[in-house]
T-cell receptor, first 113, second 113 residues
Framework: AQTVTQSQPEMSVQEAETVTLSCTYD???????LFWYKQPPSRQMILVIR??????QNATENRFSVNFQKAAKSFSLKISDSQLGDAAMYFC??????????FGKGTHLIIQP | NAGVTQTPKFRVLKTGQSMTLLCAQD?????MYWYRQDPGMGLRLIHY???????AKGEVPDGYNVSRLKKQNFLLGLESAAPSQTSVYFC????????????FGSGTRLTVV
């Protein structure tokens, strides 16, 4: 089975500081996609950022950026200037096949005011 | 608003009862998916569909059946509910094979007693 591993069950960061969430994945495919999804207490799944494996340039969305290391199969998420609204579960996700997305177990991010 | 609608949002079943969860999308998406989310497990794929009239098994299909008679609807059925099926169920849809991420419903919390 192709897996996604998030080694940090919980992370805590002070408001306005920077935090990095780690993710490694396993895949036998050459063409795939990686995502970070956010799930706040409302339970809604929200797409944070998306990376295409064939692109070497790291994706950036405002305060969110990734460090994509294809050879190492690593895909970390950096959140700059953390805000209280960033508190949520964050899931690293691999996609690209018709059979859906493969989720990591998630990292619970706590923002300390 | 366009999106994915799940019905119902909450349900309590007795062991052995049956029920159907409805997922409806109005974005003309070809692909639809059912996931379950358990504490500490992330989301796991139950069944999916790549178009009207098609269904396929995911990672954890046992105890569930699905149907996609109309493109916009994807039904998840539990014929004889078991306590192990207590979970939060998410439906998702995508235009293609997930490379642009998915649109998720808001989830159904199911408790089997």
């Amino acid at each position: 089975a192709q897996t996604v591993t998030q080694s940090q069950p919980e992370m805590s960061v002070q408001e306005a500081e920077t935090v990095t969430l780690s993710c490694t994945y396993d895949t036998s495919e050459s063409d795939y996609y990686l995502f970070w999804y956010k799930q706040p207490p409302s339970r809604q799944m929200i797409l944070v950022i998306r990376q295409e494996a064939y692109k070497q340039q790291n994706a950036t969305e405002n305060r969110f950026s990734v460090n994509f290391q294809k050879a190492a199969k690593s895909f970390s998420l950096k959140i700059s200037d953390s805000q209280l609204g960033d508190a949520a579960m964050y899931f690293c996700v691999r996609g690209g096949g018709a059979d859906g997305l493969t989720f990591g177990k998630g990292t619970h991010l706590i923002i300390q005011p | 608003n366009a999106g994915v609608t799940q019905t119902p949002k909450f349900r309590v079943l007795k062991t052995g009862q049956s029920m159907t969860l409805l997922c409806a999308q109005d974005m003309n998406h070809e692909y639809m998916y059912w996931y379950r989310q358990d504490p500490g497990m992330g989301l796991r794929l139950i069944h999916y569909s790549v178009g009207e009239g098609t269904t396929a098994k995911g990672e954890v299909p046992d105890g569930y059946n699905v149907s996609r008679l109309k493109k916009q609807n994807f039904l998840l059925g539990l014929e004889s509910a078991a306590p192990s099926q207590t979970s939060v169920y998410f439906c998702a849809s995508s235009y293609s094979s997930g490379n642009y991420g998915y649109t998720f419903g808001s989830g159904t919390r199911l408790t089997v007693v």
